[in-house]
């Protein structure tokens, strides 16, 4: 509210204060913009984090643009002062609007919840816009919803009987909307109150609707019989028996309403019949395809030809022609955007093709940038979707392996798709996978100019391994990703210890993990030549740190590991860089360990002592000390013997000299 100067507070709702405002700061030459502002009070502080995640408020200001022109409440007000009926071409352009809205709404799996009158906005004098959409988060505590309903007697009055036992669904939203074309119709016979109790006693019977039907008829309101075939469907008691909105879209009134807003009929076609569609479908892939490709503006048609390639895919393993449908999928979902059924279905379809395709024939992974693209955009169509997420999340890691789909990854800014991924769902494990080891895949090899986002990463992996640390999968793939971080240089000098103590977790924790220890050695190699501090915590026993102990335990459980023995002897490559940490991995018996390590690997031993005669010619600096990351990466077990040898040398000559 801070940014916002209040004009006029209007009438109070029953879940908060309306006001019109405009924005404090705003140049003198431009026409400021009002809006319409909802300020709804919470409960209390919790009510209003669940109603919009994180705000330290007790309330939650909803802003919308405000026209002046009211709403559609005062519209039927007017005509009811006046006793005067409402044309039935001004109801029809606004009800086809407000259908076209909510059959919307459905398609996205979203409920209003709270349609009536005043929340239908007028725009102009044959446009409206359905607003307060934001009441479904403040709708979800039924002690708490009970309290506002009361507050006013007609907020419930739209409501469907099962939405008063708090039961609330998309047949709810039919049933207000019903109750709207209710009032609109008797609007010129019927007083508020009158009308407030008629909406009240069609809950009970519909012998009370039957009579209200009637008497429309009886008033000569136009296109009465439309206007009751249509309420007829929608103000049925029992929400199974009510109608879709995608159903009651063809019937004769909502088809009128519909035409009069300008809403093109040519998307709304009554559905083809099953037994037609299955005709259709009953030949091989070449005519099924055949047959999606025909039918695209059909989604019924659509829908039925992905199930059924679906289950041909469940059926038969490494079949021939499989890449043969990736196209034709990719057209329907982006033909069909909106429709998230289609969207779930045609991602399961190009899964499935996806992991067929890397197990028996992994070259031939489809990894298009147009691919890439709509992938994409499903996922920014549906940020909320858990299933349809985590498919797409799965797809692309699958595809992040090949070298072209990295690149187009890259460029498209993927990484603000992960991190907000990782913030909406850190409980999703497959999800929580996917997007860690398709940072790590982009991340590992990528050449970063904007490093933001990864560093915006860092902290959201840190949230994800502190809820789920003894997970040994999320704590693997957190493991991985920080240590691709690191090397990017992407972790800031205030996070150095914290990550460095979650990575000695992780390995104490899961120690039975060789990705897991061998990435999280890594890790804390990059940090440890980074800073001093994280070095010292690697080292140094106490609570948090386990200490050298931790690095011996390590050893004698993957002693016959190349790899991560390789590692260790990098990360303590590092540790060595720095005087103190030397005595102090020297009084706890390190060089035991490297002994045994140095007669295990025999046959380097040669070219560790020709690194450490060269190292011994040289004049002994710090900087002389530390080889190149070329080198580093190429014989880390070398690098650390002589380094080593070398501190403890320095040590024993400052010894002697005292």
Request: aromatic share 6%; net charge negative; charged share 25%.
């Amino acid at each position: 509210m801070e940014k916002y100067r209040i004009l006029q507070t209007l009438k109070q709702g029953a879940l908060g204060v309306n006001v019109v405002a405009v924005e404090k700061r705003k140049a003198k030459d431009t026409t400021p913009v009002r809006y319409l502002i909802k300020k709804v009070e919470c409960i209390d502080e919790q009510h209003a984090n669940d109603a919009l995640e994180e705000i330290s408020s007790l309330f939650l200001c909803l802003v919308m643009k405000y026209t002046g022109k009211g709403n559609l409440s005062d519209l039927i007000a007017g005509h009811r002062d006046l006793k005067k009926k409402i044309d039935v071409m001004i109801m029809e352009k606004f009800l086809g609007q407000v259908l076209d809205a909510v059959e919307y709404l459905h398609r996205m799996d979203v409920i209003h919840r709270n349609i009536k009158p005043s929340n239908i906005i007028l725009m102009g004098d044959s446009y409206c816009m359905l607003e307060d959409l934001a009441v479904e988060s403040l709708m979800l505590d039924e002690a708490k919803w009970k309290i506002r309903a009361l507050e006013e007697p007609s907020f419930k009055s739209w409501m469907a009987p099962e939405a008063l036992e708090f039961s609330f669904s998309t047949k709810s939203d039919v049933w207000s909307l019903g109750c709207i074309i209710l009032d609109m119709a008797t609007c010129s016979y019927l007083t508020r109150l009158d009308g407030l109790a008629l909406r009240e006693t069609i809950r009970q019977s519909p012998h009370k609707l039957k009579k209200a039907l009637r008497k429309i008829q009886n008033h000569d309101i136009a296109k009465a019989d439309k206007i009751s075939d249509l309420l007829k469907e929608m103000l049925r008691i029992n929400p199974e028996d009510r109608m879709a909105i995608k159903d009651l879209i063809h019937l004769p009134f909502a088809r009128d309403c519909l035409l009069a807003s300008g809403i093109p009929m040519t998307v709304r076609k009554k559905p083809l019949p099953t037994s037609v569609m299955d005709t259709l479908l009953q030949g091989g892939l070449p005519s099924v395809l055949e047959v999606m490709n025909c039918f695209l503006d059909r989604p019924e048609m659509q829908l039925k030809a992905l199930e059924h390639l679906l289950a041909i895919v469940d059926q038969k393993e490494d079949l021939p022609w499989i890449l043969d449908m990736v196209e034709s999928v990719i057209a329907i979902i982006k033909s069909h955007q909106d429709i998230i059924e289609i969207q779930k279905y045609g991602c399961k379809l190009l899964l499935k093709i996806l992991g067929q395709t890397l197990l028996y024939h992994p070259d031939d992974v489809p990894s298009g940038e147009d691919f890439i693209k709509t992938l994409l955009s499903t996922m920014r169509s549906y940020p909320t979707d858990q299933e349809l997420i985590s498919m797409v999340c799965q797809m692309l890691m699958i595809i992040s392996s090949n070298e072209a789909s990295m690149v187009h990854l890259q460029n498209v800014c993927t990484f603000a798709e992960i991190n907000e991924c990782l913030n909406t769902f850190p409980h999703d494990k497959e999800i929580c996978l996917s997007c860690l080891g398709l940072l790590w895949s982009l991340t590992v090899k990528a050449v970063m100019v904007d490093k933001t986002p990864l560093k915006e990463a860092v902290g959201l992996i840190l949230k994800v391994l502190e809820i789920y640390l003894n997970d040994g999968e999320r704590a693997e793939a957190s493991c991985s990703a920080l240590w691709v971080l690191s090397l990017q240089g992407c972790i800031e000098g205030c996070d150095y210890e914290h990550v460095t103590l979650l990575l000695l977790k992780c390995i104490q924790l899961h120690s039975k993990r060789a990705i897991l220890v061998n990435n999280a050695f890594l890790g804390l190699a990059n940090l440890a030549r980074m800073s001093e501090l994280a070095a010292f915590r690697i080292v140094v026993h106490d609570d948090n740190s386990p200490g050298v102990s931790l690095i011996k335990e390590i050893y004698q459980s993957h002693w016959d590991d190349p790899e991560v023995v390789e590692n260790l002897c990098m990360m303590l490559s590092e540790l060595v860089s720095y005087d103190e940490i030397v005595l102090e991995l020297f009084s706890n018996d390190i060089h035991k360990m490297l002994q045994e390590i140095e007669i295990r690997f025999t046959s380097s031993q040669g070219l560790h002592i020709q690194e450490k005669n060269k190292t011994k010619r040289r004049a002994g600096r710090m900087a002389d000390r530390i080889p190149s990351p070329s080198l580093a990466s190429r014989r880390p077990l070398l690098i650390f013997f002589w380094r080593y040898d070398c501190a403890v040398e320095e040590q024993g000559s400052k010894q002697c000299r005292q």
